[in-house]
């Protein structure tokens, strides 16, 4: 193969650019050609201009959040006559091979994509986590240090007014962000898709903290369980206590990755151009047991991400 593109899509994920950079450089290492697509799946277009990456069109974007190459929701992607066109696009521009940066929407459009001839590997990249076949997604970890941040300053007002606090947090159908950051944040409550929450226990919980003496009180829910304002709302008509709610929304998506996902980010570019060295296309690349390997693009939206409800059980346990 000597002629391959790169594309990110869906939602952006900090440690995009270290996988754009690595399947850049890998590439360029097999003496390929690797050309750069804006705009995911929207970019593949007549109208779009694809770019050549050198060995330095990658220099210092490794630390940087986003993606360099712009990204887009493109639901007109799910329709054949615009895959086609994509396809035809691709090969009149010689491109051989194609790598998808992105979450589970975007792998239908990739195999989509590798049905029609055109041979594409993906790479795992969401703060959702929600991906089935993989371990990790690139973006979740800098996403979980990015709430415990706000969370540690959350505390601190917290305490000082003797207040729950409320924060929403991302997850648009699953707790996997909800669940890890609440529990490195020491949350007395953590609300997730996933588990019907008990709200009479969860303030029972928060009026036993207060008699012994506790100053303020966390919860973290996922808005895919609920709205932040809708439980703030309940446990202060439950409770009588004082609450205030913050959503974080974006800001959870920005920001400089973490090493985790600068490290995952550059293992999993260099393995999605090796896939396609050796023919091995239609494939995910995967983190397992710590260990990089691939799984087929089809389990990315059809297999079943098991939410790990031990470590639930354990946020019961240790939040009191
Ligand atoms: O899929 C990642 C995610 O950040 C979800 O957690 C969130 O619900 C969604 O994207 C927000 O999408 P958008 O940026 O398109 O509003």
Do not use: W
Request: overall charge neutral.
């Amino acid at each position: 193969m000597q002629k391959i593109a790169v594309l990110t899509s869906g939602g952006d994920a900090p440690g995009m650019n270290a996988a754009i950079r690595a399947v850049v450089r890998a590439g360029l290492y097999h003496r390929m050609e690797v050309y750069g697509i804006e705009r995911g799946f929207a970019g593949l277009s007549s109208e779009s201009k694809m770019k050549p990456f050198s060995l330095g069109s990658v220099a210092g974007i490794i630390h940087r959040g986003g993606t360099i190459l712009h990204t887009a929701r493109a639901p007109e992607f799910k329709e054949k006559a615009v895959q086609e066109k994509a396809v035809r696009y691709l090969r009149e521009a010689g491109i051989e091979g194609l790598v998808v940066i992105g979450g589970g929407g975007s792998f239908r459009g990739a195999h989509a994509l590798q049905d029609l001839g055109i041979k594409t590997v993906g790479i795992p990249a969401t703060i959702d986590q929600d991906i089935p076949g993989t371990d990790r997604s690139i973006g979740f970890d800098t996403a979980v240090n990015t709430i415990l941040d706000a969370i540690n300053r959350l505390r601190d007002t917290a305490t000082s007014h003797e207040r729950i606090f409320i924060v929403e947090v991302m997850g648009r159908k699953s707790g996997f962000i909800a669940l890890a950051a609440g529990i490195a944040g020491g949350a007395e409550a953590i609300i997730v898709p996933e588990i019907e929450p008990d709200l009479d226990q969860i303030c029972r919980r928060l009026l036993e903290g207060i008699d012994r003496k506790k100053t303020h009180s966390l919860i973290l829910v996922a808005e895919g369980a609920a709205s932040a304002y809708a439980i703030g709302e309940t446990v202060h008509q439950k409770t009588g206590l004082e609450t205030r709610v913050t959503v974080l929304g974006h800001v959870q998506r920005g920001g400089t990755p973490s090493a985790v996902d600068r490290l995952l980010g550059s293992r999993m570019g260099a393995a999605a151009v090796e896939l396609l060295r050796r023919d091995s296309s239609g494939m995910m690349t995967a983190l397992r047991d710590d260990e990089i390997t691939a799984v087929s693009l089809v389990e990315s939206f059809t297999g079943e991400k098991v939410f790990p409800k031990n470590l639930y059980e354990l946020s019961l346990v240790l939040a009191r």
